[in-house]
Structure formats: C-alpha cells, structure tokens
C-alpha cells in the first residue's frame, strides 16, 4: 500500500508499524523537537504502533480514516498541540506508575496547570515531603530507562469498570457508567492499566525531558520548554494563582462537585438546581468582597484583566453594582475605545494583524486620558467604531470625582506599559479574571481551563456574533499565543484573582455547542480538536437548568439572556 509520510511517498507493508515506517522514511530524530510522536489520519490522532494496512479487529474505523485521506498521513511533534498532549499523557503515566512502585495507596489527584507545570497532589500517609518528590523523580527516571513498551487495549465497557473497580479507581468506574460507548481503549504495563482519553507514545522512554518540583501540599510536573523542547520548562512562581486555584478547588469540595461524575450525579438526582444557586451565590459574594477591598484601598481607578472569554465584561459590571451598595458612583471604560487604527496595527511573523498586540492600543493617549482623569480633570475619551476599524472623529467628554472610581476593562490591564510614573500606584487597584476551573474528568485527567475558555468563545461568537465554530477554532491559536505573550506573564502583577469558572457551565454549555461541534467534517482542518471536544462533551450529563441561571450570571454573558449593556471582551 502506498502512503504519502509527511509528503514523502513510501510503500507499507502489512504488519509495518507507523513507527518502522518513520524509521524507513528517516524521519525519526532523538532531538524532541524534531521527534515524530503521534500522526494525524484524516484529522484523527494516532499512535505510532498503528499498523495502517492490517485491518485488525476494532480499527475498522481507523483503516477507513487511512483511505478516507487518501494515504495522506501527517506526523504531529512536539510543537504540535495535539502531539504535546501525547506527550503529556505518557508521562502522566510515567508517574502514576512510580507512584504506585513506590507509595503502594496512595491517590493521585492530577489537578490544573500552574507555572508552566501540572500541579498534582497525594493522598498519602505521610503527606508528600520534599524527600518524596525526590524519589519520585528517580523512580520516573528509572522508568524512563527501562523504555518498555505500553500496551493499547480495547476492552469493553463492563471488563474496564470490572478492572478498575477491583484496583481502587472509583473515581474511573463512577465516569465510565456514563460513557456513551461500548468500548474503551487503554493502555497497560503489567498490572497497571490506566486510561487518559488520547493516544500515548509508544514506549516510556520517548518521555526523557521533565522535571518534578515539590510545591506544598504537592508536586508540580514540569513538561519540556515550549521553545527549547530538550530541556524541561522552569517552574515559574505563582504564589497568588495557586491560592486562588487552591480555594476554587476547596469550594468544589464543599460543594460536594469535583469531578463530571459527582455533577453528573447532581443532575440526575435534581440538586444540580442547588448547586447552581451556591455557585451563584458565591460569586455575588466574592464580587462584594472585592469591592469593599477597592474602597478600603481608596482606589481611583480599577484595571480589570484577562484573557479571552473569562468574563471580563460581566465582572466589570457586578463590580460597577457592587461598588454603587458602597456609596460609589464608578464609570466604566473599555480599553477596546483606545485601539489604533485597524490598518496600523502591526503584523506578526506570518504577515497578519496581531490583534492580541499591546501596540493595538495607543497607549500614550491612554496614560494621558487617566493621569488627566485622576487629576479631576475633564477628558475626551476616544470611541472606536468597529464596523469601520477606526477611532471615530470625536469622542465623548468625561470627568469624575473622588467619588466616581473608573472600572477600566481589557485584555491588557495588568502590563506594566498601561501606567505611567506620574499615577501613584495606590490610586490603582489591579484585578485578575480568568475561568479557572478545578472541575476534574477524574483523578487523572483535568479540564484544561482553555478548553472551557475556548467552549465558552464559541458559544457566544456563535450566538450573538454569527461566526461558525470553525471560524472561531482558526483564530484560537493566534488568541493563545497573544495570551502567553501579553497576558499570563503580568497576572501575578494583580492586586486580586477572580475566579469566573462556575462548576456547573460544563454541562450548560453542551446543549450550546454539542451540535455545532458534529457539524465539523473529517475535511476540516480542526476536526481533530472538534472530535477532542464532543470526546470531552460526552461525559457530561445535560444539565436543563437555564431557568435558574440569573442574567446577570458570568455565564450568561456567552449563552445569552445578560441584561448588562457594555460590549463584549
């Protein structure tokens, strides 16, 4: 059979793995930049021990996906999104296994990203000591020499809740009774099987670059530098978003919801209504709680910051509400009114507009229109018109008092350029707000917080701003790479981290997206990631509770029904 392997034509014969023809192509490289780690099919995901001419029992589907693509098959590296999460699931595995050679019971709670690592937890007796983590490293080291090869199986679903049940994994065998399908594909190594929803590498020491720091009460696992893939990532310190992460997920605790299983179970028995009326009610508190910090700061102005989709809008409003019960009369501006003029705005590396860019914003009007402001004096304050991609000719007068704090909403609050050394920095209050959900698929596998981010975008750019799914999934990866460049390095900069992510939205969200995510053919060029969110999707109960949803819920800003009035971020 003829294959075309990253455009180089080559003859496979049956029983000829991806991985003997990557060899026979010279395609494989030690250097794990250039490491081919998994191959896309016809916009599905494979591992490299995938025969793609025997036709074996349960890959029906797979072989149509090689005939379907015409023997076109990509192979996906570490710069790849899809190949960095092979990565991330074999070494996952890794450590779960040392582990479970060395601490014999003990629990491990994969939880969320932090400091360009995953943060992970034990429950062990003794807790985790530094000492621990140590040995852990070796043991994951040790592992790694021994490169065995993991073996993918198909079982059905009644043999892997059988399994995992008789080796502890409740957490497994609680999500399993949900899953829609009759068969479950894992991976094992002797007596350790595990399974994390995506193809792995084809043996363990394919995962030679990592490092694990001790972070009280647990571990951070460090996966290899984004840019310098041969050397593992350094733990950047993020003391104030491991608290916020810290309490988000003692909330869910509380709440008795700290995986799709236990929110899955609420539907079912109808106190998902409760549950949402709590989530809420905790926000509208905490939205209370920051303002009576800005008031006692004294603040003059709020910068409100974030990434895309986190609810920037709807924060700055309940903030407004909330600042108005003090006996503040607050303006709201928008950093949106200060872009440049669509036609200025600079290029990236690939010639297109950079719209995540600081430089989209004209930054010394912005540092003279609120040093004027602070000073009481009044002020023309731009307003740019979209539908043209320009400032409009004239703007609109401001002036406020001690009295009428700004409340001043964009993605690029929190940089340090905003601000000029004329503003005293007391007279700033500096807010963080991103969807930092704590909600996990299981003790092994977490919901990414982009990926929530990213349901949440398409939602809305599909409702209230009539662009497809597909549309909004090409501009992501363009959004993320401005949010890792403009964003995340100044979120510590924050006076206060606001959790917008609500444990509930998951399964809101489905009802939104689900159908529009089927519509993605196997031709597209996102139909990888689509299939990896209806994969995610189906695990989710639907959740019939929009009537409990208040309108002015940080959800409603995407699903629609919000009664606030300012633009959208």
Known sequence: MQLTLDGKKIEAACGETLLTLIRRAGFYESD??????AAMIGGEV???NYDPVRLKDGEEEARSAVAAANGQISLLRYKDKMGKRVYERTLLFVLILAVRRLFPGARVLVQYSLGQ????????????????????????LSILREDFQLTRERLNIRDAIAFFSKDGQRDKVRLLQWRKFSYFDVYRHENYMDYFYGEMLPSTGYCRVFNLEYLYPGMVLLMPDAKNPNRPATYRHSPKLAAVFYESDEWGRLLRCSNVADLNDMIANGSVRELVRVNEALHEKSYAGLADRIVKRGARAVLLAGPSSSGKTT????????????????VLLSLDDYYIDRDKIPVDE???????????????????????????????????????????PKGRML????????????????????LSDAIAKDSIFRVYVSAL???????????????IRLLRRMVRDNSVRNASVEYTLSLWPSVRNGEERWIFPYQEEADAFFNTALVYEPAVLKKHIFPLLLGIGEESPHYAMARDLVKFLNYFADAAVEDEIPPTSILREFIGGNTFYMKCD
């Open 350 to 392: 690939k010639g297109e507009r950079d719209l995540e860019h600081i430089e989209t914003l004209d930054l010394s009007r912005f540092r003279e229109d609120l040093e004027s402001l602070l000073k009481g004096m009044e002020t023309e304050i731009p307003e740019f018109n979209f539908s043209e991609g320009r400032r409009s």
């Open 117 to 140: 690592g995953l943060y992970i937890r034990l429950e062990k007796t003794p807790a985790l000591s530094l000492s621990d983590t140590l040995l852990l490293k070796d043991e994951c």
């Open 399 to 418: 002036k406020v008092g001690a009295d009428e704090p700004l409340i001043i909403e964009g993605i690029h609050g929190l940089n340090p350029l905003m």
């Open 46 to 48: 494979f591992h490299l």
């Open 437 to 451: 959900t704590t909600l996990n698929l299981d003790d092994h596998n977490r919901i990414r917080t982009t990926d």
């Open 315 to 330: 924060s700055a409003n309940r903030l407004y509400t909330h600042l108005r019960v003090l006996g503040k009369n607050p």
């Open 32 to 37: 794990l930049e250039k490491m081919p780690l």
